[in-house]
């Protein structure tokens, strides 16, 4: 099965800082990863996939990076209501995994 | 606009069993494959199973195998997930989520979920 490990666990960050969450998958997945995010009580909400397509709808400030095992989602001006936890998925092989989640708060 | 819609959740004793039902509206139900993502309380995501548009393919995690079964019905625009076996690991709350593409993919629309708990 294939690992994904996020990195930070939680980070709080200012309104307009720039915010960058890391997802190391463990084994190569080429380009196949994809981001969500999770406000509490809320089911996800599909934000990026292929590592860097941005799912209709969603901001530009978005975006995603990375491929092989190293990927990046970048916030690139955070806003109050971006606070929420963050998951990467790897769209890879079954069985499909997701990683532990970053949480995001802003102060 | 894409519905999803589970029921079928509640509380069950261990080694008791339930069946989810989802229930899509706002596209064309035949042409997506599908799938069950699960959440435990104050914990991350988990995906549990899925099934192509035709039924023909399915799959599981490890975690389910042999105590879970996936299934829909086109006719009726709706997915299913018979539980058996359950477990106290096994409660949580239960997603459908759409597939983007065929395969292993993205879940590009999801429902408002419904709770398992197992609990004697």
């Known amino acids: 099965d ?9 980070v709080s960050a200012s309104v307009g800082d720039r915010v960058t969450i890391t997802c190391r998958a463990s084994q190569g997945i080429s ?11 809320k089911a996800p909400k599909f934000l990026i996939y292929g590592a860097s397509s941005l799912q209709n709808g969603v901001p530009s400030r978005f975006s995603g990076s990375g491929s092989g095992t190293d990927f990046t ?25 997701f990683g532990g989640g970053t949480k995001v708060e802003v102060k | 606009d894409v519905k999803l819609v589970e029921s079928g959740g509640g509380m069950v004793q261990p080694g008791g069993s339930l069946r989810l039902s989802c229930a899509a509206s706002g596209f064309t ?15 991350g995501l988990e995906w549990v199973s899925y099934i192509s548009s035709g039924g023909d393919a399915r799959y599981y995690a490890d975690f389910v195998k042999g105590r879970f079964t996936i299934s829909r019905d086109s006719a009726k625009n709706s997915l299913y997930l018979q539980m058996n076996s359950l ?19 993205e879940f590009d629309s999801w429902g408002q979920g419904t709770l398992v708990t197992v609990s004697s």
Do not use: H
């Not at chain 2, 139900?29 to 914990?43: C, D, E, I, L, T």
């Not at chain 2, 477990?87 to 993919?105: F, I, K, Q």
């Open chain 1, 73 to 97: 989602l970048t916030i690139s001006s955070l806003q109050p209501e971006d606070s929420a936890t963050y998951y990467c998925q790897q769209a890879n092989s079954f069985p499909l995994t």
């Open chain 1, 2 to 10: 294939i690992q994904l490990t996020q990195s930070p666990s939680s």
């Open chain 1, 31 to 41: 380009n196949w990863l994809a981001w969500y995010q999770q406000k509490p009580g």
């Open chain 2, 87 to 105: 477990g106290d690991e096994d409660t949580a709350l239960y997603y459908c989520a759409r597939s983007r593409v065929g395969g292993p993919t």
């Open chain 2, 29 to 43: 139900f035949s042409s997506y494959s599908m799938n069950w993502v699960r959440q435990a309380p104050g914990k």
